[in-house]
């Protein structure tokens, strides 16, 4: 497991690499707009948490295939040659249409979203008590709404 917040697959692993999240580390995040952004690192990962980066590439070099870079920019370095769109940092690229689906009647049904404890999406959310309330108090609610 590779990970942090000790979250579900940590607990059937045999090996733990802990690692830092998103507020320890500085990282190039693609949010669902597909937008690369830059995230800075807040605070500093507790115990031995550890970038993902440097436990990838730590482990690499264990297993007798080290990985041709040592730092943060060599990495970046070589996202500049095998992705360099994720490197434009704010920018949206337009991407062509292909074809998919297929041909078929549309329901007037309402779309459901199979989410269904939003506030238990992610291994920080689930960690949290403060989202745990939040899922119990949703789930109290609907609940008397179905009864009413």
Known sequence: YQGHHGD??????????PGSAYTEKDGIYVNTEGRPQFGK????????????WKIVRALSESLGKKLSYDTLLQLRERIKTDWPHLLDIDVVRASPWKA????????????????????????ICRASKTMADCTESFSKEKMLEAAE
């Open 41 to 52: 690192q807040a605070v500093t990962p507790p115990g031995q948490a550890r970038e993902d």
């Open 8 to 17: 579900r697959g940590a607990y059937r692993a045999d090996v733990i690499l």
């Open 100 to 123: 998919f689906g297929h041909k078929g009647k549309i329901s007037d049904e309402p779309f459901v979203s199979p989410v269904t404890e939003y506030y238990k999406t992610n291994s």
